[in-house]
C-alpha cells in the first residue's frame, strides 16, 4: 500500500534532495511545498500525509497542522541545547563545531518537541550553505528514511536547556573592536558561518557602502576570502 508523505522546504538543496526522493521512490507518493502561501490546512488535507518533514522553514507551523499530521522539523543542534534562531551561526560564533543534527516532533514550543532521530555532525570547516548541503544529504539518506521504516515513537528531550535568539542582520558588521580581537580562526568562523543562500554576508560599513565577504579560507594565521564592493547607491 502506497503511503503519502510530505516535505515543507524552501532551500535549494532540500528541494533537490526531496526531488530525487520522489523519484526514486515508486512505493509511495511525495508531495513537496516550497511556497508559503500552498502549505494551508486545506493543502495538506489534499495531501492526507503520514509525515510532513520540514528539514527547513521560515515561518511558523499552522497549529492546525501538526496537531493533526504527524510533523518532524529538522534541527542542527543537539537538542535541547541549541534551541532558537540561527543554529549554525549561534554554535560557530561560540567555537562549538561538534554537534548534531535532531530530527524532532513539532509542538506549541519552538524546539522543544520530542525527538525522532539525531546523527552526530561537524561544522568545522565550509561556509553555510556547504554545511547546510551535508546536513540535508544526511536528513534524506539516512534520518528521513529511518523514521518511515521505523514509525518509533519520538522520545521527549532530556538535558539543559540552553536557547539562542535569532541572529539580526546588524551582527553580521566586523567593526573595528572585532578585527582587534578575533584571532584567524574567529574571523574565518565568522565570514563562513555568514556566506549563504538568504545570509546577510559579513561585512565592514565604509562612509560610501559596505565591503562584504565571502569564500574564506583559513591558511595556516593567514584568512582569505573574496570581497565585494557595495555602494550606498549601487553595486560596484
Do not use: C
Not at 528514511?145 to 521527549?156: D, L, V
Request: proline residues 5%; neutral net charge.
Amino acid at each position: 500500500m502506497k503511503m503519502n508523505y510530505l516535505i515543507t522546504t524552501i532551500k535549494s538543496w532540500n528541494i533537490n534532495n526531496a526531488k530525487k526522493l520522489r523519484e526514486n521512490d515508486s512505493k509511495n507518493r511525495w508531495e513537496i511545498i516550497t511556497d508559503k502561501n500552498d502549505f494551508t490546512t486545506e493543502r495538506v488535507k489534499e495531501i492526507s500525509p503520514r509525515y510532513i518533514f520540514v528539514p527547513h522553514w521560515s515561518w511558523m507551523i499552522p497549529e492546525e497542522i501538526w496537531q493533526n499530521y504527524e510533523t518532524v522539523v529538522f534541527h542542527p543542534a543537539d537538542l535541547p541545547n541549541g534551541r532558537g534562531g540561527t543554529p549554525i551561526q549561534n554554535q560557530i560564533i561560540r567555537g562549538i563545531y561538534e554537534t548534531k543534527l535532531t530530527a524532532f516532533r513539532a509542538e506549541k514550543e519552538i524546539d522543544a518537541g520530542p525527538i525522532y532521530a539525531q546523527r552526530n555532525f561537524n561544522m568545522s570547516k565550509g561556509n553555510v550553505d556547504e554545511i547546510l548541503t551535508r546536513a540535508s544529504q544526511i536528513y534524506f539518506n539516512e534520518m528521513i528514511p529511518e523514521i518511515i521504516e521505523t514509525e518509533s515513537t519520538p522520545r521527549s528531550q532530556v538535558g539543559e536547556i540552553v536557547a539562542y535568539k535569532r541572529r539580526k542582520p546588524s551582527q553580521s558588521e566586523l567593526t573595528q573592536l572585532d578585527l582587534d580581537a578575533f584571532t584567524p580562526r574567529r574571523l574565518y568562523d565568522f565570514i563562513r558561518m555568514l556566506d549563504g543562500e538568504g545570509y546577510p554576508r559579513a561585512y565592514i560599513e565604509t562612509l560610501n557602502g559596505n565591503l562584504e565577504f565571502s569564500n574564506a579560507s583559513l591558511e595556516g594565521m593567514v584568512v582569505r576570502a573574496n570581497i565585494e564592493i557595495k555602494s550606498k547607491q549601487q553595486e560596484i
